[in-house]
Antibody
Framework: EVQLVESGGGLVQPGGSLRLSCAASGFTFRSYGMHWVRQAPGKGLVWVSRINSDGSSTSYADSVKGRFTISRDNAKNMLYLQVDSLRAEDTAVYYC??????????WGQGTLVTVSS | QSALTQPASVSGSPGQSITISCTGTSSDVGSYDLVSWYQQHPGKAPKLMIYEGSKRPSGVSNRFSGSKSGNTASLTISGLQAEDEADYYCCSYAGSRTFVFGTGTKVTVL
């Protein structure tokens, strides 16, 4: 079964950091680009970042550029998102998703990041 | 990276057809045949319904179809069913390996 499981979310103070993880199973992880997408409570989906299959190319939304870093470990079938200098507006559920034909499928169940003092 | 514009809500009766629009610009929707659509039920992760503008993944009902004209993409749901009640989001490739989602549309089955 193809599966993505996120972890690492939690409550963090403004200016703090977290590392989000996404464990992949059931497919050849190293063959696919991967993405992070977030959704603030009661709001819509927002694309955050992408990494290509071998990790050599990354891209970011303007709102997180310079503060977030996407990475992957193909030997461990793991995707990561290092989130630094967190702001209240970064509060959201963070989903990882697999890129297939420029669509995102499947998605994980999400991990909640809450930025608050 | 401005969000694509979708209507906030669309409704229809069971059996009817509805269409959700997704308006972008010549830098995203208008430049690439890479629009995808997602269905999201409350508390659940999104599900891919359409990719590359009009293609359906295996397992998605043929009641869902996608199209594009100029800077606007559309998702049509025919034979509306109660289980189609959900939020729907479009997404487009926006160049330089970046993507942009739509504002989202709440579909209500009357």
């Amino acid at each position: 079964e193809v599966q993505l499981v996120e972890s690492g979310g939690g409550l963090v103070q403004p200016g703090g950091s977290l590392r989000l993880s996404c464990a992949a199973s059931g497919f050849t992880f190293r063959s696919y680009g991967m993405h992070w997408v977030r959704q603030a409570p009661g709001k819509g989906l927002v694309w955050v970042s992408r990494i290509n299959s071998d990790g050599s190319s990354t891209s970011y939304a303007d709102s997180v550029k310079g503060r977030f870093t996407i990475s992957r470990d193909n030997a461990k079938n793991m995707l990561y998102l290092q989130v630094d200098s967190l702001r209240a507006e970064d509060t959201a559920v963070y989903y990882c998703a697999t890129e297939r034909a420029s669509g995102f499928d499947p998605w994980g169940q999400g991990t909640l990041v809450t930025v608050s003092s | 990276q401005s969000a694509l514009t979708q209507p906030a809500s669309v409704s229809g009766s069971p059996g009817q057809s509805i269409t959700i629009s997704c308006t972008g610009t010549s830098s995203d929707v208008g430049s690439y045949d890479l629009v995808s659509w997602y269905q999201q039920h409350p508390g659940k992760a999104p599900k891919l319904m359409i990719y590359e503008g009009s293609k359906r993944p295996s397992g998605v009902s043929n009641r869902f179809s996608g199209s594009k004209s100029g800077n606007t993409a559309s998702l049509t749901i025919s034979g509306l069913q109660a289980e189609d009640e959900a939020d729907y989001y479009c997404c487009s490739y926006a160049g330089s390996r970046t993507f942009v989602f739509g504002t989202g549309t709440k579909v209500t089955v009357l």
